[in-house]
């Protein structure tokens, strides 16, 4: 089972931009459909986006046409790139090994807050 730390996070302002990453301590390159989730405060947790083994996305309808999710296997690392972020998007985010249960692989998470 790989590690996974996310970076990245941090406080911006509404239309800002963040780039997090999430750094796997082995090969990702077989792993399918890791992604990034978030929970705000009296929450639950939430797909924001996940990446195939082969590069299909999908993402949460919220946003959609601001955040993309990619990865770069050769460095074992999953990215989310958020534009135009909102007040809304404030949240813990977590990267997940493609198993969103208890058995899979999460992260510590990193904290996001978007200011009006």
Partial sequence: QVQLVESGGGLVQAGGSLRLSCAASGRISSLNGMGWYRQ?????????????NVGTTNYADSVKGRFTISRDNAKNTVYLQMNML????????????????PFGSWGQGTQVTVSS
């Fill in 40 to 52: 705000a405060p009296g929450k639950q947790r939430e797909l924001v986006a996940r990446i195939t």
């Fill in 86 to 101: 909102k007040p809304e998007d404030t949240a813990v985010y977590y990267c997940n090994d493609g198993r969103p249960g």
